[in-house]
Nanobody, 117 residues
Framework: QVQFVESGGGLVQPGGSLRLSCVAS????????MRWYRQAPGKERELVAS????????IYAESVKGRFTISRDNPKNTVYLQMNSLKPDDTAVYYC??????????WGQGTQVTVSS
């Protein structure tokens, strides 16, 4: 059974930091590229960051470059998203996503991040 357990979300003040974690089970984690998406109320889900299976290729959305860092620990089946200098616009539900060609595509349940004073 494929399962993703996300954690680390919460309420933080503007300028603060959070670290999201996503632990995968039921898949060969090291063979999957991993992504973090987010979806704010009334908006479409958007890609925040992605990391290749080996960790040597990373992409960020322009809106989070220089503030967010994606990383992975393959022995621990875990992907992380370190979020610094958080802004109210970062408020959203954050989802982890695992993909492997040709057609494997799995989603976590989401974790709420709220940036507010």
């Amino acid at each position: 059974q494929v399962q993703f357990v996300e954690s680390g979300g919460g309420l933080v003040q503007p300028g603060g930091s959070l670290r999201l974690s996503c632990v995968a089970s039921g898949i060969t984690f090291r063979s999957y590229s991993m992504r973090w998406y987010r979806q704010a109320p009334g908006k479409e889900r958007e890609l925040v960051a992605s990391i290749s299976s080996t960790g040597d290729s990373i992409i960020y959305a322009e809106s989070v470059k220089g503030r967010f860092t994606i990383s992975r620990d393959n022995p621990k089946n875990t992907v992380y998203l370190q979020m610094n200098s958080l802004k109210p616009d970062d408020t959203a539900v954050y989802y982890c996503n695992a993909r492997r060609l040709p057609a494997s595509n799995y989603w976590g349940q989401g974790t709420q991040v709220t940036v507010s004073s």
